[in-house]
Protein backbone atom coordinates (compact mmCIF):
# COMPACT_ATOMS: atom_id res chain seq x y z
CA UNK A 1 0.00 0.00 0.00
CA UNK A 2 1.39 3.45 -1.17
CA UNK A 3 0.85 6.52 1.30
CA UNK A 4 2.44 9.33 -0.81
CA UNK A 5 3.37 12.54 0.71
CA UNK A 6 4.42 15.75 -1.59
CA UNK A 7 5.92 18.60 0.00
CA UNK A 8 5.81 21.89 -2.16
CA UNK A 9 3.14 20.58 -3.81
CA UNK A 10 2.32 24.28 -4.77
CA UNK A 11 5.19 24.23 -7.26
CA UNK A 12 5.43 24.34 -10.86
CA UNK A 13 6.15 20.29 -10.52
CA UNK A 14 3.81 19.71 -7.49
CA UNK A 15 0.96 21.05 -9.23
CA UNK A 16 0.85 18.50 -11.93
CA UNK A 17 2.49 15.64 -10.14
CA UNK A 18 0.22 15.79 -7.70
CA UNK A 19 -2.92 15.36 -10.21
CA UNK A 20 -1.04 12.42 -11.69
CA UNK A 21 -0.36 10.18 -8.58
CA UNK A 22 -3.63 11.06 -7.84
CA UNK A 23 -4.84 9.29 -10.50
CA UNK A 24 -2.80 6.55 -10.27
CA UNK A 25 -3.03 6.15 -6.42
CA UNK A 26 -6.54 7.55 -5.96
CA UNK A 27 -6.53 10.81 -4.15
CA UNK A 28 -6.78 9.33 -0.91
CA UNK A 29 -3.41 8.08 -0.84
CA UNK A 30 -1.58 11.31 -2.11
CA UNK A 31 -1.31 14.12 0.07
CA UNK A 32 -0.12 17.78 -1.02
CA UNK A 33 1.71 19.61 1.41
CA UNK A 34 2.87 23.49 1.35
CA UNK A 35 3.88 26.46 2.59
CA UNK A 36 0.87 28.33 2.28
CA UNK A 37 -1.78 28.47 4.71
CA UNK A 38 -4.60 28.08 1.95
CA UNK A 39 -4.85 25.25 -0.75
CA UNK A 40 -3.18 26.95 -3.66
CA UNK A 41 -5.32 27.26 -6.40
CA UNK A 42 -3.33 24.09 -8.78
CA UNK A 43 -4.04 21.85 -6.26
CA UNK A 44 -8.10 22.50 -5.40
CA UNK A 45 -9.49 18.63 -4.93
CA UNK A 46 -6.36 17.17 -3.60
CA UNK A 47 -5.98 16.32 0.25
CA UNK A 48 -3.94 19.55 1.29
CA UNK A 49 -2.07 20.10 4.44
CA UNK A 50 -0.27 22.94 5.34
CA UNK A 51 3.77 21.88 6.32
CA UNK A 52 6.85 23.95 6.25
CA UNK A 53 10.06 21.85 5.39
CA UNK A 54 12.15 23.67 7.89
CA UNK A 55 9.82 22.21 10.47
CA UNK A 56 11.73 19.08 10.82
CA UNK A 57 9.70 17.96 14.20
CA UNK A 58 5.92 19.00 12.05
CA UNK A 59 6.89 17.09 9.19
CA UNK A 60 8.64 14.41 11.08
CA UNK A 61 4.85 13.62 13.15
CA UNK A 62 3.00 14.37 10.49
CA UNK A 63 4.88 11.53 8.32
CA UNK A 64 5.17 9.23 10.93
CA UNK A 65 1.38 9.66 12.23
CA UNK A 66 -0.26 9.70 8.54
CA UNK A 67 1.98 6.57 7.97
CA UNK A 68 3.60 8.07 4.90
CA UNK A 69 5.60 5.21 2.58
CA UNK A 70 6.77 8.05 -0.40
CA UNK A 71 7.87 11.45 -0.05
CA UNK A 72 8.65 13.85 -3.03
CA UNK A 73 10.28 16.61 -1.81
CA UNK A 74 9.56 19.46 -3.89
CA UNK A 75 10.06 22.29 -1.68
CA UNK A 76 13.19 24.48 -2.73
CA UNK A 77 14.61 28.13 -3.91
CA UNK A 78 15.61 28.11 -7.42
CA UNK A 79 18.67 29.32 -9.63
CA UNK A 80 17.84 33.27 -9.45
CA UNK A 81 15.75 33.58 -6.29
CA UNK A 82 18.42 31.56 -4.29
CA UNK A 83 21.10 34.27 -5.67
CA UNK A 84 19.03 37.03 -4.24
CA UNK A 85 18.64 35.07 -0.85
CA UNK A 86 22.03 32.73 -0.52
CA UNK A 87 21.34 31.64 3.50
CA UNK A 88 17.58 30.78 2.74
CA UNK A 89 18.07 28.80 0.15
CA UNK A 90 21.09 26.98 1.61
CA UNK A 91 18.95 26.02 4.40
CA UNK A 92 15.68 25.33 2.32
CA UNK A 93 17.03 22.85 0.28
CA UNK A 94 19.46 21.01 2.59
CA UNK A 95 17.52 20.56 5.83
CA UNK A 96 14.13 19.73 4.38
CA UNK A 97 16.32 17.03 2.83
CA UNK A 98 18.14 15.66 6.06
CA UNK A 99 14.54 15.49 7.41
CA UNK A 100 13.33 12.78 4.99
CA UNK A 101 16.58 11.06 4.52
CA UNK A 102 16.92 10.47 8.01
CA UNK A 103 13.52 9.17 8.54
CA UNK A 104 14.41 6.47 5.55
CA UNK A 105 17.19 5.68 7.22
CA UNK A 106 14.96 5.35 10.45
CA UNK A 107 12.36 3.00 8.48
CA UNK A 108 9.62 5.50 8.55
CA UNK A 109 9.71 5.63 4.78
CA UNK A 110 10.28 3.10 2.14
CA UNK A 111 11.11 5.94 -0.97
CA UNK A 112 12.05 9.32 -1.77
CA UNK A 113 12.32 11.48 -4.53
CA UNK A 114 14.29 14.36 -4.68
CA UNK A 115 14.57 16.52 -7.31
CA UNK A 116 18.72 17.89 -8.74
CA UNK A 117 19.01 20.44 -11.50
CA UNK A 118 21.46 20.80 -14.47
CA UNK A 119 22.65 23.47 -12.32
CA UNK A 120 24.50 21.46 -10.42
CA UNK A 121 26.92 21.73 -13.30
CA UNK A 122 29.53 24.73 -14.00
CA UNK A 123 31.15 26.96 -16.56
CA UNK A 124 34.92 23.68 -16.27
CA UNK A 125 31.48 21.17 -17.34
CA UNK A 126 31.41 20.12 -20.79
CA UNK A 127 28.69 21.74 -22.51
CA UNK A 128 27.28 19.96 -25.27
CA UNK A 129 26.30 16.30 -24.30
CA UNK A 130 27.30 17.00 -21.12
CA UNK A 131 27.81 13.32 -19.55
CA UNK A 132 26.75 11.78 -16.74
CA UNK A 133 29.90 11.82 -14.91
CA UNK A 134 31.97 15.08 -15.45
CA UNK A 135 33.39 18.10 -13.85
CA UNK A 136 31.38 19.50 -11.81
CA UNK A 137 32.06 23.23 -10.08
CA UNK A 138 28.87 24.81 -9.52
CA UNK A 139 29.07 28.78 -9.59
CA UNK A 140 25.39 29.45 -8.31
CA UNK A 141 23.43 28.69 -4.41
CA UNK A 142 21.19 26.49 -5.92
CA UNK A 143 24.03 24.48 -8.23
CA UNK A 144 25.93 24.33 -4.89
CA UNK A 145 23.01 22.91 -2.92
CA UNK A 146 21.74 20.81 -5.14
CA UNK A 147 25.41 19.35 -5.84
CA UNK A 148 25.61 18.67 -2.27
CA UNK A 149 22.20 17.21 -1.63
CA UNK A 150 23.54 14.99 -4.56
CA UNK A 151 26.27 13.71 -2.46
CA UNK A 152 24.34 12.92 0.47
CA UNK A 153 21.44 11.43 -0.99
CA UNK A 154 24.12 8.85 -2.70
CA UNK A 155 26.01 8.37 0.56
CA UNK A 156 21.85 7.45 2.83
CA UNK A 157 21.80 4.48 0.12
CA UNK A 158 25.47 3.11 0.55
CA UNK A 159 25.24 3.84 4.06
CA UNK A 160 21.75 3.21 5.34
CA UNK A 161 20.01 1.29 2.41
CA UNK A 162 17.69 4.58 2.01
CA UNK A 163 15.86 4.42 -1.25
CA UNK A 164 16.05 7.34 -2.79
CA UNK A 165 15.91 8.17 -6.40
CA UNK A 166 16.59 11.58 -8.45
CA UNK A 167 16.55 12.86 -11.73
CA UNK A 168 18.82 16.17 -12.75
CA UNK A 169 15.81 18.09 -14.64
CA UNK A 170 16.54 20.68 -16.90
CA UNK A 171 14.52 23.63 -17.91
CA UNK A 172 11.27 23.13 -17.31
CA UNK A 173 8.05 24.33 -19.60
CA UNK A 174 4.48 23.89 -18.57
CA UNK A 175 1.08 25.40 -18.53
CA UNK A 176 -0.92 24.61 -15.53
CA UNK A 177 0.89 26.83 -13.17
CA UNK A 178 3.48 29.52 -13.54
CA UNK A 179 7.41 28.57 -12.52
CA UNK A 180 9.13 30.89 -10.12
CA UNK A 181 12.66 32.00 -9.64
CA UNK A 182 14.81 30.12 -12.12
CA UNK A 183 16.74 31.01 -15.42
CA UNK A 184 15.13 29.04 -17.38
CA UNK A 185 11.63 30.44 -16.74
CA UNK A 186 11.82 33.11 -19.89
CA UNK A 187 10.66 29.05 -21.94
CA UNK A 188 7.73 29.90 -20.25
CA UNK A 189 6.79 33.50 -19.74
CA UNK A 190 7.41 33.85 -23.53
CA UNK A 191 4.02 32.29 -24.25
CA UNK A 192 1.88 34.06 -21.82
CA UNK A 193 3.31 37.48 -23.83
CA UNK A 194 2.70 35.59 -27.08
CA UNK A 195 -0.27 35.19 -26.32
CA UNK A 196 -1.48 38.39 -25.27
CA UNK A 197 0.29 39.78 -28.42
CA UNK A 198 3.00 41.46 -26.50
CA UNK A 199 6.36 42.10 -27.18
CA UNK A 200 8.81 39.86 -25.25
CA UNK A 201 11.83 41.25 -24.11
CA UNK A 202 13.99 38.14 -23.24
CA UNK A 203 16.07 38.36 -20.21
CA UNK A 204 18.78 35.62 -22.01
CA UNK A 205 20.96 36.70 -25.30
CA UNK A 206 19.82 35.20 -28.16
CA UNK A 207 22.34 32.06 -28.72
CA UNK A 208 21.72 30.71 -25.13
CA UNK A 209 21.13 27.21 -25.61
CA UNK A 210 19.60 25.43 -22.44
CA UNK A 211 18.21 22.03 -21.92
CA UNK A 212 14.34 21.89 -21.40
CA UNK A 213 11.66 19.83 -21.00
CA UNK A 214 7.91 19.56 -21.33
CA UNK A 215 5.97 19.18 -18.10
CA UNK A 216 4.41 16.19 -19.00
CA UNK A 217 7.68 14.47 -20.27
CA UNK A 218 9.06 14.97 -16.87
CA UNK A 219 6.24 13.56 -14.67
CA UNK A 220 6.09 10.51 -16.96
CA UNK A 221 10.18 10.65 -16.02
CA UNK A 222 9.31 10.93 -12.36
CA UNK A 223 6.46 8.37 -11.94
CA UNK A 224 8.82 6.14 -14.28
CA UNK A 225 11.79 6.48 -12.02
CA UNK A 226 9.91 6.28 -8.54
CA UNK A 227 8.20 2.73 -10.02
CA UNK A 228 11.25 1.06 -11.90
CA UNK A 229 12.21 -2.47 -9.98
CA UNK A 230 14.79 -1.35 -7.61
CA UNK A 231 17.94 -3.33 -9.14
CA UNK A 232 17.56 -1.61 -12.16
CA UNK A 233 18.29 1.80 -10.10
CA UNK A 234 22.30 1.95 -10.57
CA UNK A 235 22.89 6.12 -9.65
CA UNK A 236 21.79 6.87 -6.34
CA UNK A 237 23.09 10.83 -6.82
CA UNK A 238 20.54 11.89 -9.84
CA UNK A 239 20.26 10.93 -12.94
CA UNK A 240 20.49 12.80 -16.32
CA UNK A 241 17.55 13.76 -18.32
CA UNK A 242 16.94 14.98 -21.70
CA UNK A 243 14.09 16.25 -23.50
CA UNK A 244 15.05 18.96 -25.73
CA UNK A 245 17.28 22.20 -26.31
CA UNK A 246 17.06 24.92 -28.04
CA UNK A 247 18.35 29.04 -27.86
CA UNK A 248 15.55 32.03 -26.92
CA UNK A 249 15.89 32.96 -30.77
CA UNK A 250 14.62 28.81 -31.74
CA UNK A 251 12.15 29.11 -29.62
CA UNK A 252 10.38 32.66 -30.90
CA UNK A 253 10.90 31.29 -34.73
CA UNK A 254 9.02 28.56 -33.58
CA UNK A 255 6.25 30.63 -31.92
CA UNK A 256 6.59 32.83 -35.22
CA UNK A 257 5.21 29.95 -37.41
CA UNK A 258 2.30 29.81 -34.63
CA UNK A 259 2.10 34.06 -34.58
CA UNK A 260 3.22 35.49 -37.01
CA UNK A 261 3.12 39.13 -35.87
CA UNK A 262 5.37 37.57 -32.63
CA UNK A 263 8.20 39.76 -31.85
CA UNK A 264 11.16 39.21 -29.49
CA UNK A 265 14.27 41.35 -28.21
CA UNK A 266 17.21 40.78 -25.75
CA UNK A 267 18.03 42.33 -22.75
CA UNK A 268 20.43 40.11 -20.37
CA UNK A 269 20.39 40.63 -16.67
CA UNK A 270 22.32 38.77 -14.40
CA UNK A 271 20.73 35.49 -15.18
CA UNK A 272 22.99 35.54 -18.13
CA UNK A 273 25.71 34.28 -16.08
CA UNK A 274 24.02 31.95 -14.71
CA UNK A 275 22.72 30.06 -18.03
CA UNK A 276 26.21 30.49 -19.47
CA UNK A 277 27.75 28.33 -16.86
CA UNK A 278 24.86 25.71 -17.13
CA UNK A 279 25.26 22.92 -19.77
CA UNK A 280 23.70 23.55 -23.54
CA UNK A 281 22.28 19.78 -24.07
CA UNK A 282 22.41 17.05 -21.87
CA UNK A 283 23.78 13.40 -22.52
CA UNK A 284 21.29 11.10 -20.75
CA UNK A 285 22.54 7.51 -22.06
CA UNK A 286 21.67 6.06 -18.58
CA UNK A 287 18.70 6.95 -17.22
CA UNK A 288 17.78 5.38 -20.93
CA UNK A 289 19.71 2.08 -20.45
CA UNK A 290 18.57 1.64 -16.70
CA UNK A 291 15.21 2.22 -16.24
CA UNK A 292 14.29 2.87 -20.25
CA UNK A 293 13.44 6.54 -20.29
CA UNK A 294 12.71 7.99 -23.17
CA UNK A 295 11.16 11.90 -24.28
CA UNK A 296 7.78 12.29 -26.37
CA UNK A 297 7.99 15.75 -26.57
CA UNK A 298 10.62 18.05 -29.02
CA UNK A 299 10.70 21.85 -29.51
CA UNK A 300 7.74 21.70 -32.19
CA UNK A 301 5.36 19.99 -30.55
CA UNK A 302 6.27 21.74 -26.96
CA UNK A 303 5.21 25.24 -28.82
CA UNK A 304 2.11 23.87 -29.98
CA UNK A 305 0.82 22.34 -27.37
CA UNK A 306 2.24 25.41 -24.88
CA UNK A 307 -0.34 27.76 -27.52
CA UNK A 308 -2.96 26.00 -27.51
CA UNK A 309 -2.98 25.77 -23.70
CA UNK A 310 -1.82 28.70 -21.61
CA UNK A 311 -3.85 30.25 -19.75
CA UNK A 312 -3.12 33.69 -19.48
CA UNK A 313 -5.44 34.40 -16.60
CA UNK A 314 -2.89 32.49 -14.47
CA UNK A 315 -1.13 35.81 -14.85
CA UNK A 316 -3.36 37.80 -12.52
N1 LIG B 1 14.79 25.51 -13.94
C1 LIG B 1 15.77 25.64 -12.92
C2 LIG B 1 16.25 27.03 -12.79
O1 LIG B 1 16.27 27.71 -13.79
C3 LIG B 1 16.93 24.73 -13.19
O2 LIG B 1 16.81 23.59 -12.43
O3 LIG B 1 16.63 27.43 -11.73
Redesign the pocket.
Request: charge should be positive; avoid cysteine.
Given at each position: MRKVLVIGAGGQIGTELVMRLGDKLGTENVIAADVKSECPLGLKGSQYVELDALDRDKVRSFIINEKITEVYLLAAL?????EKNPDFAWRLNMEGLFTILDLAKEGYIKKIFW?????VFGPTTPRKDTPQRTTMEPT?V?GIS?QAGERWCEYYHQKHGVDVRSI?????ISYTSL?G?????YAVDIFYQAKLGNHFTCFLEKDTR?PMMFMEDAIRATIELMEAPIEQIKIRSSYNLSGCDFTPAEIAREIEKHIPTFHISYQPDF?QA??DS?PGSIDDSEAREDWGWKEIYKLPDLVKVMLENVDVHLLT
Open positions: LSATAPSSIATYKRYPGLPGGTTDLRIAW
